[in-house]
């Protein structure tokens, strides 16, 4: 910025020396006092122009800005030293005045490169302590490295992206239900509640850990003028061969008559089909029941049309999946990141943690009006109140990873796996679930679980169990159920018993090379 100043200067010299030859003409002496002043308000500018450059930057913008000001009023008061003087002088300034926001531009890019860089290079060092101090941590009395800590840190960066990246679906998915209900304000559509985080991804334990789906479940509540019943047989029954029967209800002395609404019971349907739009059992209904595929297809077109107001729709590009039972969605970041959605739909059943989902528990063909009983809600609640208990460094989640993640190829499913930890959590004390105990914890789910082999037997988590927390709610048909056997199969076809011995087996080989391979 000196250089600037010097500018300034030598211009305020070349200004000085036309009015030089303007007085030259004037021979009076009052002509060589005007001519002397200027000239010792040079030599003030100068001296000043050399204190300047060993200021502070703080007093060197205001010094700037009265050598411009001061200079500008000089050329007005002897403008007769000619037009092209004037000209050059208020070049001079547009140049200054460029040149000093450039500088303030550098100035401010360098100094946010510089903060970058420090949070970068703090946020390295706080990753390098963290690791560490569980290196630290892992190691044993003998100096050995504790296999706990070896696969915490191994697979510590996956459970830091299911959380973030489970965080920001949560609220994406709620943005966009929030755009949904303005639309469906005024008809008579299910009401859509607030979502609810289940399945794996959730509970930050997924298998797969490259291609996460996220899974949602919306509670779906009966609109005005609307009932919904549940129709089922046992509490087996329940489980796959449940149905959800539509109902009109008369609206003629509620509130819910406010408005236009007229009573579906009490008028003529002629009238309401001129002067209010039609009931739900008129459209996401086959015969009297809630219909499964309707309901999917009617959501996922909803979504489409409502995606456009959504704050995430500028850096996201959605993509609606191939589904007759549930709304599956591909989220790509303008980053080039993909995010795996499915949104599943339930009832709630009463006021318990129960529900009765779009999701079948097998790829079967089922029917469109039928609905599966779902614990998932109940699932992730005992995970969310198990973290609250467990000790800090718990590794109950990442024991069930590593078991899930070699399930490949075999006939078990990750949900066995699963009601096993959940027993175990139960019914050992939780202290017991500590890193260093990592190796004791995955012996004990492996010798659990071929106990259940052997006597062909794994019993529901939710049925007939006292240890399940009195903060989760059942409904009383489930707390009076007998206990439900989710290796019936095997129980009922011998082969079939075999087979899942001998994968097995080979899942205990699998777990062995594993740990082999870290030694």
Known sequence: MAVTKLFVWVLHVVILKGASSVVAREPNETAR?????????????????????ERPSQEKSKGRSYVVWRTLLFALQHWQSGLIAGVLLLLSVGLYWWLRKRSHEEDSSSDEESSSSEEEAQQEAEEEAEEEEEESEGEDADGERDVGSYFARRIRWSVRKLHYESDLVFLLVGSLLHACRQRLSSSFF????????????????????????YRLLVPLKAPRGHAFHLEAGTVGQMLADSCIRVEQVCTCMTEETVGDMLCFLHHPEEVLRKNQKPSLLHTLCTGPHLDVQKTALWFQDLLRSAWEFVPQSRRYRMKVLPSIRSCKLQLTHVSGRTLLVEIVFGVQ??????????????????????????????????FWLMAREVPHDSFHLNCLQLCTRMLMGTGFSSYAFKTVVMHLLTTMPLAGWRRT???????????????????????????????????????????RAEPL???????????????????????????????????
Request: net charge negative.
């Open 33 to 53: 006092d005007r001519m002397q002043q200027p000239l010792g308000l040079l030599n003030q500018e100068r001296v000043w122009l050399l204190e300047e450059v």
């Open 190 to 213: 299910p009401v859509l509640e607030a979502a609810i985080g289940v399945g794996s991804a959730f509970e930050c334990w997924s298998p797969c850990e490259d291609d996460a789906v």
């Open 349 to 382: 059943q009463g006021d318990s943690d129960i529900f009765l989902s779009s999701q079948v528990i097998e790829a079967v063909c089922t029917p469109s009006t039928t609905w599966s009983l779902s614990f998932s809600v109940a699932e992730a609640k005992f």
């Open 437 to 479: 105990d990592f190796l004791l914890r995955l012996e004990d789910i492996m010798r659990y679980l071929r106990y259940c082999l052997e006597e062909k037997r794994l019993n529901h988590f939710f049925f007939d169990n006292e240890t399940i927390p009195e903060e989760i709610i059942l409904p009383p048909a489930l707390q």
């Open 485 to 519: 056997n989710l290796l019936q199969n095997l129980a009922q076809d011998p082969a079939a018993h075999e087979q899942a011995m001998s994968e097995f087996r080979e899942l205990q080989f699998r777990l062995r090379r594993e740990l082999f391979n870290w030694h």
